[in-house]
């Protein structure tokens, strides 16, 4: 079992930078596919991006490309997704989760979620 917390989350205005961290608890963190989530307000949940359990292999959704990153700290369990150059269109509930599918990037092929951390940009 697998719990997985976020943080990092705010509320800040376009143009400005966050960095959101999610800490796994349990076994296993090193060899999961650790994946960001957004769902926004009436809005179908969407992949932002993933990263390979050794890191060498990352995913972005194309809305977030070039903005985003994601790395991984295997030492400290924990997965972070730095989002720069904000825009109001990125404010959504963030989620991370864990999945042993290789660089998975469908949220149904996730088995472990996070509770969520809110960001929300101001225009």
């Known amino acids: 079992q697998v719990q997985l917390v976020e943080s990092g989350g705010g509320l800040v205005q376009a143009g400005d930078s966050l960095r959101l961290s999610c800490v796994a608890s349990g076994r296993g963190f090193s060899s999961f596919t650790m994946g960001w989530f957004r769902q926004a307000p009436g809005k179908v949940r969407e992949s932002v991006s993933a990263?390979?359990?050794?890191?060498?292999?990352?995913y972005y959704a194309d809305s977030v490309k070039g903005r985003f990153t994601i790395s991984r700290d295997n030492a400290k369990n924990t997965v972070y997704l730095q989002m720069n150059s904000l825009k109001p269109e990125d404010t959504a509930a963030y989620y991370c989760?864990?999945?042993?599918?290789?660089?998975?990037?469908?949220?149904?092929?996730?088995?472990?979620w996070g509770q969520g951390t809110q960001v929300t940009v101001s225009a």
């Open positions: 989760a864990a999945t042993a599918v290789v660089l998975a990037t469908e949220g149904s092929l996730y088995d472990y």
């Open positions: 990263i390979s359990w050794s890191g060498g292999n990352t």
